[in-house]
């Protein structure tokens, strides 16, 4: 090849490169990447006075005169600090990457409306995409987790970094599960009762105490460390329809457990008869001044007030272990009196000898 041929070869190179380099430029330049995009549209959050949920698992949150409520969960008081977080979510919504050739075969339509109902916003969610394994969890074989979630956006499918579960239909997410928070510390006593037997227990310097027990009985202490505690962490697994009968919610054979406290407060649940693996428990408080604070008093007797007013109303479903740890007898908690063994008997028995004078010198 010649040297003449040669340059017109290179020549010719840089020309198709550049008019490459032109074409894929001026192709990047009308096709911008959506990477970073804004999902929806600016709205205003604090115009938002519904949410609507569509597909399989239908949810629906409104707000209220009295504050926002979850309308799938026979309208039980919503959490506003998770309405609030979850609108956020939405807003700051922003596009990972995109999932070409990917399509939403059932999306869930989720839409925010205004207090006239109309639409601000709205979005449909794909399925949860799942990331592979790191670290120790792929070492050990364990499986993927959560990591975002797939939407649509316009024509194309894209994947977004938060997995936006409290969308899927779980009307709890939506909530604040915990129904009680007695501080354990501060019972002084308990009661139990169930059909015509009552078993009241009370508490000094921190030993419990059985009234009534025989002279071969006494109270079984490995039983008695969930008798304070039942009512300090309960939090509900479901609530009732407010339509349903207490017979049908078991609460005509179930149990009563009181707990009374130094302070004053009394908190009681009717713990209805298991109907399945969860069973259902109704909350009430009273409160009975031991002080003479007028302020104190005022306050715990206005803490009762709410806690009725919130909870009163509402029967909840509640784990077995819960259930079960307020429906004790009698015989759960009292156990035959150990008599001391025979060579300890012995022992206590014999009498110590006489000591000796010593002797003289």
Not at 75 to 101: C, F, H
Not at 123 to 132: F, M, N, S, Y
Not at 163 to 172: N, S, V, Y
Not at 207 to 218: H, I, M, R, V
Request: charged content about 30%.
């Amino acid at each position: 090849m010649t040297t003449k041929n040669l340059v017109i070869l290179v020549g010719v190179a840089a020309v198709l490169g550049g008019a490459a380099y032109y074409l894929n430029a001026k192709k990047a330049m009308k096709s911008p990447s959506i990477v970073g995009k804004q999902i929806l549209p600016a709205f205003d959050a604090s115009a938002v006075a519904r949410i609507d949920v569509g597909g399989a698992k239908p949810l629906a949150l409104a707000a209220t005169d009295k504050g926002w409520v979850v309308e799938t969960l026979h309208s039980y008081p919503a959490d506003v600090t998770k309405i609030r977080e979850n609108i956020l979510k939405l807003q700051e919504l922003k596009v990972g990457q995109v999932a070409n050739g990917r399509t939403i075969a059932s999306p869930a339509k989720v839409a925010l409306k205004d207090a006239s109902g109309k639409e601000l916003a709205s979005v449909d969610l794909g399925e949860t995409h799942t990331g592979k394994p790191r670290g120790q969890m792929a070492q050990f074989g364990g499986g993927g987790y959560p990591d975002g979630r797939y939407i649509q956006f316009g024509d194309k499918v894209v994947l977004v970094k938060d997995t936006l579960d409290a969308f899927d239909g779980d009307p709890k997410k939506w909530t604040d599960t915990r129904i009680a928070s007695v501080t354990a510390s501060d019972v002084t006593s308990v009661t139990y009762a169930k059909g015509k037997e009552t078993v009241s227990l009370t508490r000094k310097d921190g030993t419990w105490t059985l009234p009534g027990l025989g002279p071969k009985e006494e109270l079984d202490t490995s039983k008695t460390y969930s008798l304070d505690s039942a009512l300090s962490y309960l939090d509900f697994t479901g609530v009732a329809d407010p339509k349903k009968t207490d017979a049908e919610l078991g609460f005509a054979t179930g149990a009563v457990y009181t707990v009374t406290l130094k302070n004053g407060q009394s908190y009681t649940a009717k713990v209805g008869d298991k109907t399945g693996s969860d069973r259902w428990v109704k909350l009430s408080a009273s409160f009975k001044a031991v002080g003479t604070n007028a302020t104190e008093n005022a306050t715990l007797e206005k803490a009762v007030k709410d806690f009725n007013e919130k909870t009163g109303k509402w029967a909840f479903s509640i784990s077995s272990y819960s259930a079960d740890n307020m429906s004790k007898t009698r015989k759960d908690l009292v156990k035959a009196k150990e008599e001391p063994k025979k060579d300890e008997a012995k022992k206590d028995d014999k009498k110590p000898e006489p000591k000796k004078d010593a002797p003289k010198k």
